[in-house]
């Protein structure tokens, strides 16, 4: 990583990628050294600009129209080679936005109103591989992490060394994705998902690729 952090912004809404970027030119006024390298206005436009710059950071709505939602545009870019962290930047703080976030790779969440105050320092901050989160956000995680079951506690453990992409594919596995439906999706080879199976199911114990599932679903990270 350069001494110059790298940013992609994503949202529909181009005023809010507009602030970012004023933002952003304010910070740099500063002596901060962060550059915009690329904007995008939804999930598909997203991945390809992650793909073209290769940024240090990207900013991610949630919500955006057309096929590729957020989510999964953060999901698709976090099981790339050598992957960018990602901030969910979003007006949402609901459980359902936070939970589905992180679940899919987002590094932090950030809401929306905390642009002006926030921004430069929580890009730093998960450049540097340290979560942030919105003050409401964080009480969210608290609590779920205060109500945390044993057995969902124990998946946890079970997969804390598999990566981001073996994730991924257990949890397609579970959906019922054959290995070339999960290797179009990750855009990877069909070889390639057999030997993170192979590596997931010997790093879980897992005796069957179902088991392997059932433990990543009941981690529900």
């Given amino acids: 990583m350069s001494d110059t952090l790298s940013v992609v912004a994503v949202d529909d809404e181009i005023l809010v990628v507009e602030v970012v970027a004023q933002t952003l030119e304010k910070a740099n006024a500063r002596g901060e050294s962060i550059e915009l390298v690329g904007r995008a206005y939804n999930g598909s436009d997203a991945i390809a600009v992650v793909r073209d710059t290769r940024p240090d950071v990207v900013l991610m709505d949630l919500r955006m129209p057309g096929e590729v939602s957020g989510v999964e545009a953060i999901r698709t870019i976090s099981n790339g080679l050598m992957p960018p962290k990602v901030l969910a930047l979003t007006s949402f703080d609901d459980a359902d936005s936070i939970r589905a976030a992180l679940r899919a790779g987002a590094r932090g969440y950030l809401v929306k109103t905390d642009v002006k105050e926030k921004l430069v320092w929580a890009i730093r901050e998960v450049a540097a591989d340290r979560p942030v989160t919105s003050t409401g956000v964080t009480e969210y995680l608290i609590e779920n992490f ?3 079951d044993p057995g969902r506690l124990e998946a946890r453990e079970r997969i804390e060394h598999l990566t981001p992409r073996q994730v991924e594919i257990a949890r ?16 990877i080879s069909p070889s390639t998902v057999k030997q993170d199976v192979s590596k997931a199911l010997a790093a879980t114990g897992s005796l069957s690729q179902a088991q392997l599932a059932i433990i990543v679903d009941r981690a529900g990270i």
Avoid at 172 to 187: M, V
């Fill in 146 to 148: 205060t109500a945390e």
């Fill in 172 to 187: 397609l596995i579970g959906a019922g994705d054959r290995y070339e439906d999960i290797a179009r999706k990750l855009f």
